[in-house]
């Protein structure tokens, strides 16, 4: 249970278009999902926390006109990385907080990620 | 300030050896402790997770932590590792007031045969 799905898994794309990374949660409702970057080698970086229904909240040094997220349904937060340039390039992760069990704080599930390349 | 460490960047072990991944946390409450395995160009699994209680707690693949309030540790502990445990395992922590997860920068585990 508490599946997120992440797509696509790999994206090629050239500088100044955008593209878009959806994320789905498939057996529960997500409330809350969080968008993270990955540089090679390094730990994830939290970019932005998304609310359904409510702007994102975005972490500082994080461009919110350049990585818009809509969190429109309960169960899809999409990031579109727009006019994409070749620093853009990275592993995308999203996760979404797993509901409360009966004992409390649910923890957090992961997509499988997102490798950007912009040429 | 708040932060998660993982002393160890790099750790290489045998195939049948045992392993223990070391992490600390400065926050001023006990925060949710996790601990999530990364292969190579995939998402992140989580190993275990304490949240209060029993402070040995059992996560998947043969892995266990223990949470030591004094020292401010959540360990990886595993007795024998196997040639698919190598991969980056990341430590990461909740603060009780807050949600959003903090990661530490990781251990690289590579397993020699």
């Known amino acids: 249970g508490a599946v997120v799905s992440q797509h696509p898994s790999r994206v090629i794309c050239k500088s100044g278009t955008s593209v878009k990374i959806e994320c789905r949660s498939l057996?529960?409702?997500?409330?809350?999902m969080f968008w993270y970057r990955q540089f090679p080698k390094k730990s994830l970086m939290l970019m932005a926390t998304?609310?359904?229904?409510?702007?994102?909240?975005?972490e500082q040094g994080v461009e919110k006109d350049k990585f818009l997220i809509n969190h429109a349904s309960l169960t899809l937060s999409t990031l579109t990385v727009t006019s994409a340039h070749p620093e853009d390039s990275s592993f995308y992760i999203c996760?979404?907080?797993?509901?409360?069990?009966?004992?409390?704080?649910?923890?957090?599930?992961f997509g499988s990620g997102t490798r950007l390349t912009v040429v | 300030a708040q932060s998660v460490t993982q002393p160890d960047i790099h750790i290489t072990v045998s195939e049948g050896a045992s392993l223990e991944l070391r992490c600390n946390y400065s926050?001023?409450?006990?925060?949710?402790l996790f601990w999530y395995v990364q292969s190579p160009g995939q998402g992140l699994q989580l190993l275990l997770k304490?949240?209060?209680?029993?402070?040995l707690v059992q996560g998947i693949k043969g892995f266990e932590a223990e949470f030591k309030r004094s020292q401010s540790s959540f360990n990886l502990r595993k007795p024998s590792v196997h040639w698919s445990d190598a991969a980056e395992y990341f430590c990461?922590?909740?603060?009780?007031?807050?949600?959003?997860?903090?990661f530490g920068a990781g251990t690289t585990v590579t397993v020699r045969a």
């Open positions: 304490y949240f209060s209680g029993d402070t």
């Open positions: 998304s609310n359904e229904g409510s702007k994102a909240t975005y």
């Open positions: 926050y001023g409450a006990t925060p949710y």
């Open positions: 996760s979404a907080r797993v509901p409360k069990l009966a004992a409390g704080f649910g923890g957090y599930t």
């Open positions: 990461a922590v909740v603060p009780a007031n807050d949600y959003k997860l903090s």
């Open positions: 057996d529960f409702q997500a409330t809350t």
